[in-house]
């Protein structure tokens, strides 16, 4: 079981930037090379992929809402994952979270995953 702790969520004004961090552990998370995502859910709507990275971080996604103003990356030596969001809109505020699989494709596909961590607040105020 991989275990992961979001966090670096908060309070911001539109068009500020926050970034936000997971942390990853767990014997299996150690022992295979992860690819790594952030998702977000509004209320009312589905769980949504943002962006994702793979493990060497040659591989990566971006939704298209998120294309040019958020970045994602990770350090591989503390297996954490970050995600830079700039220029923040009023309704990017929701919950984010990370998840992780060995396969980058299926991170564009949050349903099939029943394990998420507690999330991380964002909160963009217009």
């Known amino acids: 079981q991989v275990q992961l702790v979001e966090s670096g969520g908060g309070l911001v004004q539109a068009g500020g930037s926050l970034r936000l961090s997971c942390a990853a552990s767990?014997?299996?998370?150690?022992?295979?090379?992860?690819?790594m995502g952030w998702f977000r859910q509004a209320p009312g709507k589905e769980r949504e992929v943002v962006a994702a990275?793979?493990?060497?971080?040659?591989?990566?996604y971006y939704s298209d809402s998120v294309k040019g103003r958020y970045t994602i990356f990770r350090d591989n030596t503390t297996n954490t994952v970050y995600m830079q969001m700039n220029a923040l809109k009023p309704e990017e505020t929701t919950v984010y979270y990370c998840?992780?699989?060995?396969?980058?494709?299926?991170?564009?596909?949050?349903?099939?995953?029943?394990?998420w961590g507690q999330g991380t607040q964002v909160t963009v105020s217009s």
């Open positions: 998840n992780a699989d060995l396969e980058l494709f299926r991170l564009c596909m949050p349903s099939v995953y029943n394990y």
């Open positions: 990275i793979s493990w060497s971080g040659e591989g990566t």
């Open positions: 767990g014997r299996t998370f150690n022992s295979y090379a992860y690819a």
